[in-house]
Every structure is written in C-alpha cells, then in structure tokens.
C-alpha cells in the first residue's frame, strides 16, 4: 500500500520592512513599526521568511534607493512601509514610492482608507499607495501598531465585516511570478480563486 506523498512545504519569501521616521531613525524614540510589522506577519504566514529590514529618515531620495536597493539587489518578494503618509511637509513615502513604480495599485490605498474611516475621519488625509516594481509588491502602512494590524488584518468582527488589505496580498503576488503565500486562517484568509489555488481545499 503505497503512503499518500507528504504535502510540500510553503514557498520561501522574502519580505522587506521599512521603517520611516526622522526621529526614530536618529534614536529620539524607539521605533515600533519594525516589530509591529514584523509581529503581525510572523503570525500570519506559514511560509518560512527572511527578513530584510531598514529603519531611515523623511527622505524621498533615501526612501526610494532602499525600496529600489530592497527589490532589485535584495529579491524582496513583499516590501512593507510604515510612516510618513500623512500631509506634513516631511511626509513623503508615497511620492518615493511612486517613483520606483512599475504599474499602481490603487485598490490598497482606497481600502485602507476605508478601514481607518471605521475609527477616525481624518483617515482620509492618509495618502498610502501600494505599486509594482519588477516581480515585488509594495505597499505603504499607517504608522502605528494598532493601525498597521487593524489595516492587514481589516475588521472581521464589524457588521458587516471590512476585508483587510492583506487578503489579496498573496493572490497579487501570485499573478506578478512571486512565490506562493499560505497564510494561518485565524489570523488572515487569504482569497484566491478556486482555479488559483495550489492544493485543493476541501469544508
């Protein structure tokens, strides 16, 4: 009798964390949106994850060689910000952002927007952008913890629920030729379509 073969392991990726924040990265405070970032993803994905991460100042230059620097020479699969997408004059992660741009992916920044409008009305002077470069996927978060994990994770228990950005995140990942995210259910499900899906799923 031969034994079902063992199911294959997850894909590896590698995933970039940015931190931006003049006073952070010059040692005024500690940052927290590294660990927030990196807390939240640890729990949900299964796949095994090097992490390439960076902690920088309000610079649009220094921002977009990092995000250039971490998809073209470190093969970052996912690059994640945190900070800087407000109004201020030093608010400038989504003009660098853009700027090493293949294509825009507006849907992100218009469902991110909408998560925060649960909780606050100035959600709307948030300007983050999600775009394409090569085959990675980047995408600008709130700068707090609460808000980083509200926004990938969306609002499950509101009536209705509110999906969060990270849903679509493997899926999209899938279709620009980067490996094959499997995320932990009780944190984060994923969607895919039925004719995109690795293994079947049964229940």
């Known amino acids: 009798m031969n034994e079902a073969a063992p199911a294959p392991l997850p894909d590896p990726v590698r995933i970039g964390l940015v931190s931006i924040s003049d006073r952070a990265s010059s040692g005024v405070y500690q940052d927290q949106g590294l660990p927030a970032l990196k807390d ?43 900070g800087g997408t407000g109004p201020a004059p030093r608010d400038v992660t989504p003009e660098a952002t853009l700027a090493v741009a293949d294509k825009v992916m507006p849907g992100f920044g218009e469902q991110m927007r909408q998560i925060s409008l649960a909780f606050v009305p100035t959600a709307i002077l948030s300007r983050q952008v999600a775009v394409i470069r090569g085959r990675a996927l980047i995408v600008n978060l709130p700068g707090q913890p609460k808000a980083i994990a509200e926004t990938l994770e969306g609002l499950p228990r509101a009536a209705p629920p509110v999906h969060g950005i990270f849903a679509a995140v493997p899926y999209c990942i899938d279709l620009i030729g980067g490996p094959y995210l499997e995320t932990d259910e009780a944190v984060c499900k994923a969607f895919r379509p039925k004719s995109a899906l690795r293994v079947p799923r049964t229940g």
Do not use: F, M
């Not at 095994?48 to 995000?67: F, H, K, M, N, S």
């Not at 620097?69 to 690059?79: G, H, W």
């Open 40 to 82: 939240w993803l640890s729990r949900a994905l299964k796949n095994p994850v090097t992490w390439v991460e960076r902690l920088i100042p309000d610079d649009q230059d220094g921002i977009a060689a990092t995000l250039r620097a971490l998809v073209d020479d470190e093969r970052c699969d996912l690059v994640l910000t945190t």
